[in-house]
């Protein structure tokens, strides 16, 4: 490839909840190209160890770099907790996480600066979401909740029901008990159960949606490296996003569809423990 610029973007994830943030970077950066990584076989990470979960986000950024993506952004709360340090440190191409960019958002959006946090155990127990946040601002209370619970609802497909519901308000109980104004949506799934938190905690919680912040911190970091797209897509170049699995390429397609602004066709199958 002659000008990096038109190179793709590569995004990766545990499986399926990081298609929330694709679904930002097509949104708000519609000229550039994606290379989408679920592993859908080894997920979720949210329950997995530090060692195991940086073996395969390396794993996953040499596959990645065989599709010549000229940044990479790691779509999965849970991988960027554990592996984003590592691997700006290893790669040679803009790496960037979900969570710096959540959790600025969060600091400027609180008032009476209580700020909740949910997300996998994993993350937790990094505490990774309260020392960015007490770094930008000491003053500040975080108050962090493990829901682990809730993927596997989205992944059901259990959005709007009143068991999901239920479990979220448990799992909230102590977070409201703590008069937060501002939650930050922890983990790639639960922005597809915005709609249910905004019912249930109402309009004095603003919920922070860290997949949308990530699709602007990634347009402002390829604007500085001067490797934004600015060419027009042309007629008959084809779709410029492409979408790769571990295993089940046929339910990573379906769930896609539900949520992308696309058509989905399929998803190619990578041996990832072979990179
Ligand atoms: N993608 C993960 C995250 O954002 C959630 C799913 C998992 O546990 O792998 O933390």
Request: net charge negative.
């Amino acid at each position: 490839m002659t000008d990096i610029r038109q190179a793709p973007i590569g995004v990766f994830d545990s499986g399926l909840g990081g298609l929330t943030v694709a679904r930002e970077i097509m949104r708000n950066l519609p000229t550039e190209k994606i290379v989408y990584f679920g592993d859908t076989a080894r997920v979720p990470y949210g329950n997995k160890s530090k060692e195991t979960i940086i073996r395969y986000s390396r794993q996953i950024v040499r596959f990645l770099q065989t599709q010549e993506i000229k940044a990479i952004v790691i779509a999965c709360n849970t991988a960027t907790a554990y592996a984003l340090d590592v691997l700006q440190e290893e790669v040679d191409v803009p790496v960037i996480g979900v969570i710096e960019s959540g959790a600025h958002m969060a600091v400027d959006s609180t008032r009476n600066k209580q700020i909740g946090v949910i997300a996998t155990k994993a993350t937790i127990s990094t505490h990774v979401y309260t020392d960015t946040i007490s770094r930008m601002d000491p003053e500040i209370n975080v108050i962090s909740q493990a829901c682990p619970l809730l993927v596997p609802l989205v992944e059901e497909g259990w959005i709007h029901d009143q068991i999901t519901d239920e479990i979220i308000m448990r799992y909230v109980d102590d977070l409201i008990e703590h008069d937060i104004d501002t939650l930050i949506l922890g983990c790639t799934h639960y922005p597809l159960l915005r709609s249910e938190m905004r019912k249930l905690l109402g309009d004095r919680v603003t919920l922070v949606n860290p997949a949308y912040e990530t699709a602007k911190a990634l347009e402002q970091l390829l604007t500085e490296k001067d490797l934004r797209n600015i060419m027009p897509k042309a007629k008959d170049e084809p779709t410029p996003y492409r979408f790769f699995v571990s295993d089940d390429s046929e339910r990573f397609a379906d769930f896609a569809n539900s949520i992308l602004p696309i058509d989905v066709k399929s998803a190619k199958i990578i041996p990832i423990e072979e990179y």
